[in-house]
C-alpha cells in the first residue's frame, strides 16, 4: 500500500462496454453515491473522498468492507479512476488492481466503460470473479437508469471456490514479487 | 495463438420468449438495430439476411434453432468490400431464465459469442464495437419499449465509420 503509485505498470484484463440513455452526470452520480450503488451494486454502499489521493471504499449491508482503494483520477462526470484491493481476508496481499470508469456522451445517450487492469499476470480463475460480476451489475445500472429499477436477479455471494484457490495459490507463491 | 472470439454478457428484464422474437423477427430489429431488418425462416440451413432498405448488409446460415434458448449463425459481411474477402465467422446467442429477487418479473441472461475468425480478422476488430451499442439498444427496447437513440439520424453512418477505421487501424 505505501508504494509509489505506477499506472504504467497496469494492463487491462476486463473492459465491459455498455451504452445507457441519460445523461453523462447521471452516470456520475450513480458510480459514486450509495443510494444508486445500494440498488445496483450487490447492495454494496460507497465511500469516496472527491479528489485525487482522496480515499475510496465499498461496504457490504453488514458494515465490513468490501473494497478498499484511493482515487487515482477524479474528472466528473468524464472519468472516474480508483485503486482496487478487494478487503475479504483470503484476498488481502493480492496487488491491488485499479479499475476505471470512462464515461462519454454520445448523441441522446452515454458510452460507460469499465476497465480493470492489473499489475501482475493474474490467473484467469482470479479474473474470473471480475468478469461474471461486472456484466450483471453495469446491466443493472443501465435498468437503474433506464427504467428505475435495478436488474433484481439473486447472486450467489461471495467468490467462487476456482478463484479463491487460485487465490490462496497465489498468496502463497506471491508472482508479483518476481521482476 | 489465441483465435479472436467476442464475448458480451448482458441481463435484461423480459421474458425468454420476447428477448427470442426480438432476435429472430425483422421488425423487431428494425427498432433497436439502427434499421437492420434481418430475415429468416429459421430452419437449420435456412439463409439467415440483414437488410437496410433492400440492401443486403450481411448475410449467413442458420447453425442451431432451439427456441427459446439457443441460436447460432454464420455470419458473412456483404455490404462492406473491406470485409468481404474474409471467410464466413459465426454468431451464438444463448438465453437462460434468471430468478429474480422478488420473484415477480422474468429476467434472463443473454450471452453473445462471436467467433470462427481468422487471426487479424478485421471484421472481429468492427464487430467487437458494434455488437456492444446494438445489444445495449436491444436491452433499452425491450426494457422501456425504445431503443437506443445515439447521436440521431447520422449514428448508424458514423458507427460504421469508426468500425472501417479501427479496422483500417488494425490493418496498418
Known amino acids: ?179 | 495463438m489465441t483465435e479472436p472470439k467476442f464475448v458480451y454478457v448482458t441481463y435484461i428484464a423480459t421474458t425468454a420468449e420476447k428477448l427470442w422474437q426480438a432476435l429472430t423477427d425483422g421488425a423487431f430489429t428494425e427498432r433497436y438495430w439502427f434499421g437492420t431488418r434481418i430475415k429468416s425462416d429459421w430452419t437449420l440451413g435456412a439463409t439467415v439476411t440483414f437488410l437496410r432498405g433492400d440492401t443486403v448488409y450481411d448475410s449467413g446460415a442458420v447453425l442451431e434453432c432451439d427456441p427459446p434458448k439457443r441460436l447460432s449463425y454464420t455470419w458473412s459481411v456483404k455490404f462492406h468490400e473491406e470485409f468481404r474477402g474474409e471467410r464466413p465467422s459465426r454468431v451464438t446467442f444463448e438465453i437462460e431464465q434468471m430468478t429474480s429477487g422478488s420473484g415477480k418479473r422474468s429476467e434472463v441472461k443473454l450471452t453473445v459469442v462471436h467467433d470462427d475468425f481468422d487471426t487479424g480478422s478485421k471484421v472481429f476488430r468492427a464487430i467487437s464495437g458494434g455488437w456492444p451499442v446494438v445489444l445495449a439498444s436491444l436491452k433499452s427496447f425491450l426494457e422501456t419499449g425504445d431503443p437506443l437513440e445515439i447521436a440521431g439520424v447520422g449514428a448508424l453512418k458514423g458507427a460504421e465509420e469508426r468500425a472501417l477505421a479501427a479496422a483500417r487501424g488494425a490493418a496498418a
Not at chain 1, 458510452?111 to 492489473?118: R, W, Y
Not at chain 1, 470473479?129 to 461471495?158: A, F, Y
Open chain 1, 1 to 179: 500500500m505505501a508504494q509509489k503509485f505506477t499506472p504504467e505498470k497496469f494492463v487491462p484484463k476486463t473492459v465491459y462496454v455498455t451504452y445507457i440513455a441519460c445523461t453523462p452526470e447521471k452516470v456520475w452520480e450513480a458510480l459514486t453515491r450509495s443510494e444508486f450503488t445500494k440498488q445496483f451494486f450487490f447492495s454494496r454502499t460507497v465511500e469516496i473522498e472527491p479528489r485525487i489521493g482522496g480515499s475510496f471504499a465499498m461496504r457490504m449491508p453488514d458494515g465490513k468492507y468490501d473494497i478498499k482503494g484511493e482515487v487515482i483520477e477524479w474528472d466528473p462526470p468524464r472519468r472516474l479512476s480508483v485503486t482496487w484491493g478487494v478487503a475479504f481476508e483470503e484476498f488481502r496481499e493480492l496487488p491491488e488492481s485499479l479499475v476505471t470508469y470512462d464515461i462519454e456522451p454520445m448523441g441522446g445517450s452515454v458510452k460507460l466503460t469499465m476497465t480493470e487492469a492489473h499489475q501482475w499476470d493474474v490467473p484467469e480463475a482470479i479474473l474470473a470473479g471480475g468478469r461474471q460480476g461486472w456484466p450483471l451489475l453495469l446491466s443493472s445500472l443501465k435498468s437503474l437508469l433506464e427504467t428505475g429499477k435495478p436488474i433484481e436477479i439473486n447472486v450467489k455471494m461471495g467468490p467462487p471456490k476456482e478463484m479463491l484457490e487460485a487465490v490462496e495459490q497465489a498468496c502463497a507463491t506471491k508472482p508479483w514479487l518476481r521482476t
